[in-house]
Every structure is written in C-alpha cells, then in structure tokens.
C-alpha cells in the first residue's frame, strides 16, 4: 500500500484511498485494513474520482483490493 502512495504523489494527484480485504497475513479471521493519503471526496458528484477493484487468489484465499484515485475537481 505504501508503494502504491509513493506513486501515485510522483503523478501529481490530490489524493488516494486503498482498502484491502480478507484473510491478510494468512490470518484466520478475514478483516479490512484501509490507508488514505490526501483528499478522497467520495460524496462529491464533480470530483474526477478514477477507481478500480482486483481480486488477488493466495493460498490462504481471495484478497480484495480496491484503488480510489482522487485527480481533479470541475
């Protein structure tokens, strides 16, 4: 996640949000972790949002990540 910020303030953009979810560390009990660098306006209509979702397959199941990439606002 910490990659993924480094990034994303080198493309000059105003904000990140990523969340990932499941079973992280090959823990038992599945659980949410989330970072957010910057603004995020997720509520703002005219805010240029770019998102995207993956599922990564491990050995101990599947990982959801999603990417919030806040660029500009109108």
Same mark, same amino acid.
């Given at each position: 996640m910490k990659k993924?910020?480094?990034? #994303?303030?080198?493309?000059d953009t =105003? %904000?990140?949000? !990523?969340q990932i979810a499941g079973r992280i560390d090959g823990k038992e009990i599945a659980r949410v972790e989330w970072i957010r660098e910057g603004r995020v306006p997720l509520q703002t209509? %005219?805010? =240029?949002?770019?998102y995207c979702s993956y599922r990564v397959r #491990? !050995?101990? %199941?599947?990982l959801g990540i999603k990417i919030w990439i806040f660029i500009d606002e109108e």
């Open positions: 993924a910020i480094e990034l #994303t303030e080198q493309a =105003k %904000g990140i949000q !990523i209509i %005219g805010a =240029k949002i770019e #491990t !050995i101990y %199941g599947v």
